[in-house]
């Protein structure tokens, strides 16, 4: 089996990242329609998808797994945390971010 070409190699690894790109941003979409119906089922299946394309993507730029876990729980504190937000939810996402490491 031949070796591919890897000017074709990095066009099929750009075309993935763009797709994951607009996945990303229908799958934003569809959690904000999820939540104004209201559907438990919906809004789970729109954030879970945020979630996949998310990871494909890290993926897909060569970064860590594990390092975008622990810059998400880094990051809770600097993007969640306001007057408007109850530091125990955001401790309940903290505490589960922690445990998948």
């Known amino acids: 089996m031949p070796t591919p ?4 190699q ?3 690894k750009l075309q993935s990242m763009e797709t994951a790109k607009v996945e990303l941003v229908r799958q934003v979409a569809d959690v904000l329609r999820a939540i104004q119906r209201g559907s ?3 809004m789970t299946q729109a954030l879970g998808g945020v979630v996949a394309v998310s990871y494909f993507l890290a993926n897909q730029l060569g970064l860590s797994l594990d390092a975008v876990d622990r810059e998400g729980c880094d990051a809770l504190p600097r993007t969640l945390l306001s007057d408007a937000l109850d530091a125990a939810d955001v401790e309940v996402i903290a505490r589960h971010l922690r445990s998948t490491r």
């Open 5 to 8: 070409d890897p000017h074709v």
């Open 40 to 42: 438990e089922r919906e």
């Open 10 to 12: 990095i066009a099929r």
